[in-house]
């Protein structure tokens, strides 16, 4: 479990030739601790207050068998025009035709829920066939009938079956191991039909 590389600009290739699972969500929803989390260690994955603190698409080798990757974050509202520009270009050169990416794990704030950004990117995840896995953070901000609450508004705005909103928080480790679960499942092999 460890950095591999980071990707700056468009065109870059990916440290190794593995297969990967995408983290993205709104700038600061705390996709940088949950990678931390996921992987296992405190401060592998830069944490910060500041919102836009991730520039680079960061890949983080799990067990050596796949990259978990962290993109940067979007709906930084006070980013220049150029800087939002250059985050589409980046994150849309690497979401696209990518055939090592096996799914993306788009991560909502759990006290905020789904915003229009996070439809954008949902509505271009399902146009490129696109796996999506929802997940909350912070979700030790809410008490239970708040979470509760989180989960079913989130279920329901996405018109998402009951399990496949996952709860987590990176403080508390609440839904992590279970993520961890949801990711190695991204790459199990699919059942083959009769040939
Ligand atoms: P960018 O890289 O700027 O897009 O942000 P990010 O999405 O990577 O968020 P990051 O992990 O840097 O976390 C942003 C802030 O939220 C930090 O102050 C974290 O400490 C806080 N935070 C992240 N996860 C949790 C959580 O599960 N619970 C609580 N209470 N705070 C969290
Ligand atoms: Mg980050």
Redesign the pocket.
């Known amino acids: 479990m460890e950095f591999a590389g980071a990707i700056g600009q468009p065109g870059q290739a990916p440290p190794a030739s593995l297969g990967q699972v995408a983290i993205a969500?709104?700038?600061?929803?705390?996709?940088?601790?949950?990678?931390?989390?996921v992987v296992g260690r405190k401060r592998i994955?830069?944490?910060?207050?500041?919102?836009?603190?991730?520039r680079e698409i960061n890949f983080y080798a799990i067990d050596d068998q796949f990259f978990l990757v962290?993109l940067?974050?979007y709906g930084?509202a006070r980013a220049p025009d150029a800087v939002r520009e250059a985050w589409k270009r980046l994150v849309e050169d690497y979401l696209s035709d990518n055939d090592r990416l096996h799914g993306l794990v788009l991560?909502l704030d759990a006290r905020r829920g789904v915003q229009a950004a996070d439809r954008q990117l949902l509505d271009y995840l399902g146009e490129n066939g696109i796996p999506v896995l929802v997940v909350l953070?912070?979700?030790?901000?809410l008490n239970r009938s708040g979470q509760a609450r989180a989960i079913s508004e989130v279920r329901k705005s996405l018109d998402l079956p009951s399990d496949q909103v996952l709860a987590?928080?990176?403080?508390?480790g609440q839904g992590v191991e279970t993520l961890r679960e949801s990711l190695l499942a991204l790459f199990e092999p699919e059942p083959e039909g009769e040939l």
Do not use: C, E, H, Q
């Open positions: 969500g709104r700038s600061n929803v705390g996709k940088s601790s949950l990678v931390n989390a994955a830069r944490v910060s207050g500041t919102p836009g603190k991730t962290d940067p974050g930084f991560l953070t912070k979700i030790d901000k987590t928080s990176a403080r508390t």
